[in-house]
């Protein structure tokens, strides 16, 4: 297998934008990209210097690698209709096992440890990448592509990956959820949100230097009974609210 120079990209969504942009701007080719939604094929492929299709057999057989970057439901039949069994396949999910891609030849993982909106600008170098490859020559072949990305390349095994990836979902889905939650307390009482992104900012340059659970402040670390009750008595009105509140107190004061 020769090095790879060109790519093309299986999805036009948050994943397959950021990763077209690092792409062109390192030099690499992006020959093609498909969605089901011709629109969005278009719209992507159009910022790439692509071609875009929507139908997986209208796909050439003239690129390198082709990464697979939609949601982790359809990857399997997606796969299954790919024609390029000789061709480097792989795909950027966090939670699909390698095995998936086991009818190709050449097949791999090309997973960003990444949250990716298309709006919002994120920096690739900073972005860890998780590579696994069926054989040796395919992951040197993924390592060298996610080098020539990013700073942070590990090579990592499917159940690690999976691991990893249930801990990003706590770390940053269920956090940002939490956010959520905030911004409805405050709007319900007339308050912006801004007043407490100071507080988050410092929440998260805190565990920089420092491990989680040495920086847990609050009422559940204090128990602080009355607090607590107090917030209880303040989420009556949200049943929903009121039980994430008291698990997570009670979980943390486990911890204690």
Known sequence: MTAIKTITLIGAGNVATHLGKAF???GFNINEVYSKSLEN??????????????KIEQLNSGSDAYLIC????????????????????????????LDVLNQFENYGIFYPLQTFSKEVEVDIAEVPF????ANNETESMLMELGNSLSKSVYKIN???????????????????????????????????FDILKPLILETAKKIQDN?????QTGPAKRNDE??????????ADSKDYQDIYKIITNNIIKRN
Request: charged share 20%; proline share 1%; aromatic share 6%.
């Open 24 to 26: 062109l701007n390192q």
């Open 41 to 54: 094929a278009v719209l992507l492929a159009s910022k790439l210097n692509a071609s875009a299709c929507d």
């Open 70 to 97: 939609i949601k982790d439901d359809f990857i399997v039949s997606i796969a299954d209709l790919l024609p390029f069994k000789h061709k480097l396949i792989a795909h950027t999910s966090g939670s699909i096992g």
């Open 130 to 133: 998780c590579i696994e490859g």
């Open 158 to 192: 499917s159940e690690q990956r999976k691991k990893i990836h249930l801990a990003a979902v706590f770390a940053c889905n269920f956090s940002n959820y939490m956010y959520t939650v905030s911004e409805d307390i405050l709007s319900e009482n007339d308050i912006d």
């Open 211 to 215: 491990t989680a659970s040495s920086m």
């Open 226 to 235: 009355a607090v607590i009750k107090n917030h209880i008595e303040m989420l």
